[in-house]
């Protein structure tokens, strides 16, 4: 009965690894670690104590490499180690093969201990730009061998990195889910109606007919933040006269110091112009937002990505906004 490979035709002039009859053998570490350490060590005793051990025990696993390989590898075993030509050549191959288990065992150890460590974070624009910094600044303090990536986008790029992979932890506005991540509150953000300080409408409480002649400056179509104004002005029954679309809340707040409308920005965002006098508020019904943590549902946290996930958890009670 003819075997499979006598039919193949393998191309001329490469050697390739066809078992005659007898399976290769399975080098087993734990042997293989107690050859290098008898050869390093230059001798059996010497090994058995660094690989808290007993002599016999590591004997035997010399022995049984020896047996699985099918030919011996020490010349000479008495009054010290010396190898053959078989055992100087694995030699090699075992010092770069228990090197590095030895480092992965190490790198393991201090991503565990969280000496070191990376971690993709993606965050729309308002955490990303005005929440996470000092934040992470401080986690950074406190692990200063773990490597934080933060990215800025949109909140449905946010999701998408985080549904992909692309991120191990997520920071984006309410509204947007999906079935390869999970959400958690993270903190509530105010979103404040501001103005020029010379603005007609500063610091007071606007009526709708005041509000139907001004303009309102807001981010693109899309946006988190536009999506909880648009759901706001509606249940409110408010239009504007105008609208005008700026890209970045930045542009907007610049904008609206400049006297050339309204906008609903974050808190984080004006809270130091509006303590400034920079911007005023104008004083309307609260509108709020929740910011959430979006986490893999299925892919396994590093240590790293989970020391932050905590970290954040932790610090979102001292960032909520007080209750009115």
Known sequence: ???????????????????????????????????????????????????HRSQPAVSRDVQALEAALGFPLLAARRPRVVLNEAGRALFAYAERIVQLCDEAVQTMEELRSLDRGRVVLAASTTPGGYILPALL????????????????????????????????????????????????PFVTD?????????HRLAGRA???????????????????SRRVVEAYLQRRGVRFA???????????????????????????????????????????????RVLHLAVPREARMSPAALALRAFLQRAAGALDAPSE
């Open 1 to 51: 009965m003819r075997r499979l490979h006598d039919n193949l035709a393998w191309p001329a002039g490469r050697w390739w690894p066809v078992s005659l009859g007898k399976a290769f053998p399975e080098l087993d570490l734990a042997a293989l670690r107690a050859f290098y350490y008898v050869v390093r060590l230059g001798g059996f005793s010497r090994a058995a104590e660094a690989l």
């Open 137 to 184: 600044a401080r986690f950074c303090r406190h692990h200063p061998g773990i490597e934080v990536t933060l990215t800025v986008a949109r909140s449905a790029e946010v999701a998408r990195r985080v549904a992909a992979g692309d991120a191990d932890v997520g920071v984006l506005s309410e509204g947007v889910a999906g079935p390869d991540f999970f959400l958690q």
């Open 190 to 198: 105010e979103l404040v109606l501001v103005a020029a300080p010379d």
């Open 206 to 224: 606007p009526t709708t007919a005041e509000l139907a002649s001004e303009t309102l400056l807001w981010r693109e179509e899309g946006s988190g």
């Open 242 to 288: 105008r609208y005008q679309t700026l890209g970045c809340s930045e542009g907007l707040k610049r904008a609206v110091a400049a006297g050339m409308g309204l906008a609903f920005l974050s808190r984080f965002i004006v809270e130091d112009d509006l303590a400034r006098g920079v911007l005023a508020a104008v004083l309307v019904p609260r509108v709020s």
